[in-house]
């Protein structure tokens, strides 16, 4: 294995605001003059480009082809096992780990789809990536009802394999409740992850100053980090 930083950037669902929040790390390191690539290895629902694979082109990486920022593309959005068992293009997991390794730059983002245990074919997950490359991980996790358990499993199965992931507890909501004010708390209470901090609602238009100010709250964090 080469001597790059991986950074590996799961949820504990789907929908729960992980491309956003990539979009806005990549745009933060940018904006801190650290150079990096970003993949996103497999990305489904496809119709036919790569949703996701499309706002990192635009705003992250315009001179790079889309078929290096998502090298395995499916069109039905479903798990990527599912999907390439359709399309009759199972994904081998020996080139998946190349497409992300052989990347030059010395950090390397990685987004992943769903959570660690989304299948990839029938003998590999998301999960076998993170074991495989030992990345630090980011958990995005969707402050709403439900986060504490999909976070804490996520947190454990980490932890199983020696890695321990950087929780960003992010509301999908405009609304406050008794529930979102009071996830965090709970989950610095009975989390051994650490909890790198909590994302507002994101409500503007993607361009670089909102998602400057959408990853302002982490900002401190980040930087001693990278």
């Known amino acids: 294995m080469n001597s790059n930083r991986y950074f590996f950037i799961t949820g504990t669902d789907t929908g729960v605001g992980k491309t956003l929040f990539t979009l806005a790390l990549g745009t933060f390191l940018k904006n801190n003059n650290i150079k990096y690539n970003l993949i996103k290895p497999i990305e489904t629902g496809c119709t036919p480009l790569p949703e996701d694979g499309v706002l990192y082109q635009k705003y992250l990486f315009p001179n790079k082809e889309i078929n290096k920022i998502v090298p395995f593309q499916y069109q039905l959005p479903a798990s990527p096992y599912i999907s390439a068992k359709i399309e009759r293009k199972e994904i081998e997991f020996a080139n998946l780990l190349k497409s992300i390794t052989t990347l030059p730059e010395d950090i390397i983002l990685i987004e992943g789809a769903g959570g660690l245990m989304v299948p990839i074919n029938k003998e590999k997950t998301f999960l076998d990536i993170v074991i495989e490359i ?3 991980v980011f958990i995005v996790a969707a402050n709403k009802l439900g986060v504490i358990n999909h976070t804490l499993l996520t947190c454990k ?67 001693a980090l990278f």
């Open 157 to 223: 199965t980490l932890l199983k394999y020696g890695l321990q992931g950087k929780i960003i507890l992010n509301d999908i909501y405009p609304e406050k409740n008794e529930v979102s004010e009071t996830n965090m708390e709970q989950l610095q209470l009975f989390s051994n992850c650490e909890i790198l901090g909590r994302l507002p609602y994101f409500s503007g238009e993607i361009n670089r100053k909102e998602l400057i100010g959408f990853i302002e709250p982490l900002a401190n964090n980040l930087k």
């Open 134 to 136: 030992q990345p630090e």
